[in-house]
């Protein structure tokens, strides 16, 4: 099976911009999870959607938004971008039901903020 | 509320040594603990991961983690590093069998540093 894609890899912008982040989960998951990558802060909990539903949110401004689509992919988006949100941004997918928890990561968009 | 402490930010081997990464975690339920490593400019791959079946726990290139209730740690170790073994290493939680809590709570990291 294919495992997790992300597009795009690397991206800049400019404060004040919105941007679209998008991934695709393996084949047959029902479940994307997104979380932020920073040094600072290290692996934050963005949120989980399963099924087009979010399931569950972590604790970020609501500048930070996503969808999943009936195909399972998934996007994330940010509004009004800061230097702060620099950061490497995982999605990760898993099964929905029976999968002990494992989730598998994509290898993410870099994304520079200037 | 679950967490995990990892203790080292920064461990150095030698080629060849026991590798030992400490993982400390608070769980109000019985948790599910994993162990992800992450290669430069790269995603998270998972090594290994318990789930309460068994508490010594094997995973890919070597690695194992034995879960200990009773000092709440997960320590990942590997007999004999290697120098493709350098990298950053994970240790998270989750819900366990607490069924549609999928958020992983991930420890700080320690960065393996192999000495040839």
């Known amino acids: 099976k294919a495992g997790v894609t992300q597009t795009p890899r690397y991206l800049i912008k400019t404060r004040g911009q919105q941007v679209t982040l998008s991934c695709s989960p393996i084949?047959?998951?029902?479940?994307v999870s997104w979380y932020q990558q920073t040094p600072g802060q290290g692996l934050q909990f963005l949120f989980e959607?399963?099924?087009?539903?979010?399931?569950n949110k972590g604790n970020f401004p609501g500048r930070f938004s996503g969808r999943q689509f009936s195909n399972s992919r998934s996007e994330m988006n940010v509004s009004t971008l800061e230097l702060g949100d620099s950061a490497l941004y995982l999605c990760?997918?898993?099964?929905?039901?029976?999968?002990?928890?494992?989730?598998?990561f994509g290898p993410g968009t870099r994304l520079l903020v200037l | 509320a679950q967490s995990v402490t990892q203790l080292g930010s920064h461990v150095s081997v030698s080629e060849g040594a026991l590798v030992l990464l400490r993982c400390n975690y608070s769980s109000s339920v019985p948790p599910y603990l994993f162990w992800y490593v992450q290669y430069p400019n790269q995603g998270l791959q998972l090594l290994l991961k318990y789930t309460s079946a068994a508490t010594l726990v094997k995973g890919i290139n070597g690695f194992e983690a034995e879960f200990k209730k009773s000092e709440t740690s997960f320590h990942l170790t590997k007999p004999s590093a290697h120098m493709s073994d350098a990298a950053e290493y994970f240790c998270a939680v989750n819900g366990g069998s607490n069924f549609g809590n999928e958020k992983l709570t991930f420890g700080t990291g320690t960065r393996l540093t192999i000495i040839p």
């Open positions: 959607y399963f099924s087009e539903t979010q399931r």
């Open positions: 084949s047959g998951h029902r479940s």
């Open positions: 990760a997918s898993l099964p929905g039901t029976g999968s002990l928890g494992t989730q598998y």
